[in-house]
């Protein structure tokens, strides 16, 4: 009888005693160890029509896009970090003087995950995984602000933390309109986690498709204290 790898790899290795059939053992070692290398397909389609069933831990190189991935047990993920960039050039925000509403971030205009943004939670950039991530953005204020303050904050889980936040700097507008940018970083401790940008202006009206934001992530380490 057949017996496997002293690696626990699955690997099965034919034995004396099993009956003589050279292309059956060659076919049995041969499948056991390309799903344990990196496979290559022409693409993420052809692979999805060779591998129905993937298993946990499968790697593959996809021909037309230049990329690896791997199976995560629920879907094939990139080897890149996670990044996410989004953009709204059309932001609705009340006046408050002291009120910090959450912003809708629009939509992606660069992504290597899917779920770190979605339509059904549009204020929220999603952690994949656990880590320290790198957070950029900016605002466009109109000119519109006149003489009063905007100003902007990173938070996240809807919390403003000193030591885990990305600040923006606070801008008053003008004729040519005024840019605020931000960078940062934040721990996320744990998958799942989210980050959201909050703004706070008190010019005495609402604007309304007159405010532009932009906010990206990426991991840059995996390191969480």
Do not use: C, H
């Amino acid at each position: 009888m057949a017996t496997t790898d002293n690696y626990g790899q699955g690997v099965s290795i034919v034995a004396l005693t099993d009956p003589p059939n050279i292309e059956s053992w060659a076919k049995l070692m041969v499948n056991a160890l390309a799903q344990q290398t990196i496979m290559r397909f022409a693409s993420a389609s052809a692979r999805a029509a060779t591998i129905t069933s993937p298993v946990e831990g499968m790697q593959s190189w996809q021909q037309d896009t230049n990329t690896m991935e791997y199976y995560d047990g629920t879907s094939w993920v990139s080897y890149e970090n996670p990044q996410v960039q989004t953009y709204n050039g059309s932001v609705t925000l009340s006046s408050s003087p002291t009120t910090y509403f959450s912003t809708n971030l629009g939509g992606i205009t660069s992504a290597n995950r899917s779920g770190m943004w979605s339509s059904g939670n549009p204020t929220r950039l999603v952690a994949p995984t656990a880590g320290t991530y790198a957070v950029t953005g900016s605002i466009i204020w109109p000119g519109t602000l006149g003489s009063a303050d905007g100003r902007a904050e990173v938070r996240l889980n809807g919390s403003g933390v000193e030591s885990n936040t990305a600040r923006f700097s606070i801008a008053r507008g003008s004729v040519g309109n005024a840019p605020a940018v931000a960078s940062g970083t934040v721990i996320f401790t744990a998958a799942g986690q989210y980050l959201e940008l909050y703004a706070n202006q008190n010019s005495g009206t609402a604007m309304t498709g007159t405010l532009a934001v932009a906010l990206g992530m990426s991991r840059i380490s995996n390191a969480i204290a």
